[in-house]
């Protein structure tokens, strides 16, 4: 094929179907992680909090040396963002402490599912509740700005076991027997699943929880393509657009919730004042800046608290720094050797 000028162009490659094989191990590695899940869930109550504790810092050192990419992709996001502030050591030692927070986020969320709702409430702290309760109070139902921070899965469980309407809005693993498990342990905590695909029916279902003055979470840390464009960390990066279309659509508030670790370790949802979106008669310039709004709120909790971000949904796709550095030899014709 050619294209006006008579270049040659390649052909474009056309969607392939797995194979059979493909497709067995597909599902057979979704099997596996359902199992595993439902058997670790299941022996939560029967383990001693303590000896939970070091299995997990146990799985967190395996899994920091087998999931070589992720940890990779964490330290060169943590690089670009974090070289002028703190030395090499320093960096390393915050990836760890980073990885390390998501283990014991995934041990937590396991154990609260056998958790009361007292006791739930005991275990998750709550600073500034008066600011949830004054944007629930407008009959709009609350938009819940929130990132992949600290014990981020807490927040939902925490609030509603002190009986607020919470939905969430999560992006289902691809088999959908894996997904309706997940579903069903977070219906146990009493937290309604809003799928984000697709986009149509995500936004309807968001309509809907707000419409009936329900709190919905919105994970909006995750810069990759196809966002509008912000400065986040000191670097250009596309960030998500509806959380910021939705809160002008609708007219409900968003309110910034994380859930940050005390110094001792213990979890607390700290909620905070109702964030203020740019109105204006041209639509993009709205969505343009309350983007940009929304963005230093998340900038500022992960400043704040940057080993207890899991760091991966910054600088997604941008190039290693040996790649960047690597320049281009300048070619040499025949004729000037």
């Given at each position: 094929?050619?294209?006006?000028k008579?270049?040659?162009?390649?052909?474009?490659?056309?969607?392939?179907?797995?194979?059979?094989?493909?497709?067995?191990?597909?599902?057979?590695r979704?099997?596996?992680?359902?199992?595993?899940?439902?058997?670790?869930v299941a022996?939560?109550?029967?383990?001693?909090?303590?000896?939970?504790?070091?299995?997990t810092?146990?799985?967190a050192?395996?899994?920091?040396?087998?999931?070589?990419?992720?940890?990779?992709?964490?330290?060169?996001?943590i690089?670009?963002?974090?070289a002028?502030?703190?030395?090499?050591?320093?960096r390393?030692?915050l990836l760890?402490?980073?990885?390390?927070?998501?283990?014991?986020?995934?041990?937590?969320?396991?154990?609260?599912?056998h958790?009361?709702?007292e006791?739930?409430?005991?275990?998750?702290?709550?600073?500034?509740?008066?600011?949830?309760k004054?944007a629930?109070?407008?009959?709009?139902?609350?938009i819940a700005?929130?990132?992949?921070?600290?014990?981020?899965?807490?927040?939902?469980?925490?609030?509603?076991a002190?009986?607020?309407p919470?939905?969430v809005?999560?992006k289902?693993?691809?088999d959908?027997?894996?997904?309706?498990?997940?579903?069903?342990?977070?219906?146990?905590?009493?937290?309604?699943?809003?799928?984000?695909?697709?986009?149509?029916?995500?936004?309807?279902?968001i309509l809907?929880?707000?419409r009936?003055?329900?709190i919905?979470?919105?994970?909006a840390d995750?810069?990759?393509?196809?966002?509008?464009?912000?400065?986040?960390l000191?670097?250009?990066?596309?960030?998500p657009?509806?959380?910021?279309?939705?809160a002008l659509?609708?007219?409900?508030?968003?309110?910034?919730?994380?859930?940050?670790?005390?110094?001792?370790?213990?979890p607390?949802?700290?909620?905070?004042e109702?964030?203020?979106?740019?109105?204006?008669?041209?639509?993009?310039?709205?969505?343009?800046?309350?983007?940009?709004?929304?963005?230093?709120h998340?900038?500022?909790?992960v400043?704040?608290?940057p080993?207890?971000?899991?760091?991966?949904g910054?600088g997604?796709?941008?190039?290693?720094?040996?790649?960047?550095?690597?320049?281009r030899?300048?070619?040499?014709?025949?004729?000037?050797?």
């Amino acid at each position: 094929m050619r294209d006006e000028k008579g270049t040659r162009r390649k052909p474009r490659r056309k969607f392939r179907r797995r194979s059979a094989v493909a497709q067995f191990l597909y599902h057979a590695r979704y099997r596996i992680a359902e199992f595993a899940l439902r058997g670790f869930v299941a022996i939560l109550p029967w383990v001693p909090l303590r000896a939970l504790s070091l299995c997990t810092r146990a799985a967190a050192w395996l899994t920091f040396g087998c999931l070589w990419r992720y940890r990779r992709r964490m330290a060169q996001n943590i690089d670009l963002a974090m070289a002028r502030d703190l030395a090499a050591p320093e960096r390393k030692a915050l990836l760890w402490r980073a990885w390390n927070n998501f283990a014991r986020g995934v041990l937590e969320t396991g154990v609260v599912v056998h958790f009361t709702k007292e006791r739930i409430l005991r275990f998750v702290g709550i600073e500034e509740e008066d600011h949830l309760k004054r944007a629930l109070s407008k009959g709009k139902g609350v938009i819940a700005l929130s990132a992949h921070l600290g014990a981020f899965t807490l927040i939902g469980p925490r609030l509603a076991a002190a009986g607020y309407p919470f939905s969430v809005v999560v992006k289902h693993p691809g088999d959908a027997r894996f997904a309706r498990l997940l579903d069903q342990y977070r219906a146990r905590l009493g937290i309604a699943t809003i799928s984000a695909r697709p986009r149509r029916e995500a936004a309807r279902g968001i309509l809907k929880a707000l419409r009936q003055k329900r709190i919905v979470l919105v994970i909006a840390d995750e810069f990759k393509s196809g966002g509008l464009m912000v400065d986040f960390l000191g670097r250009p990066s596309p960030a998500p657009r509806g959380p910021a279309t939705l809160a002008l659509r609708t007219g409900a508030p968003a309110v910034p919730i994380f859930a940050p670790r005390r110094p001792d370790g213990s979890p607390v949802a700290k909620i905070g004042e109702e964030v203020e979106v740019a109105r204006s008669d041209d639509v993009e310039q709205s969505v343009a800046a309350t983007t940009r709004i929304f963005t230093r709120h998340l900038e500022d909790a992960v400043r704040r608290y940057p080993d207890q971000w899991n760091w991966l949904g910054f600088g997604s796709g941008e190039p290693s720094v040996k790649r960047r550095r690597k320049r281009r030899r300048p070619k040499v014709s025949s004729r000037s050797a």
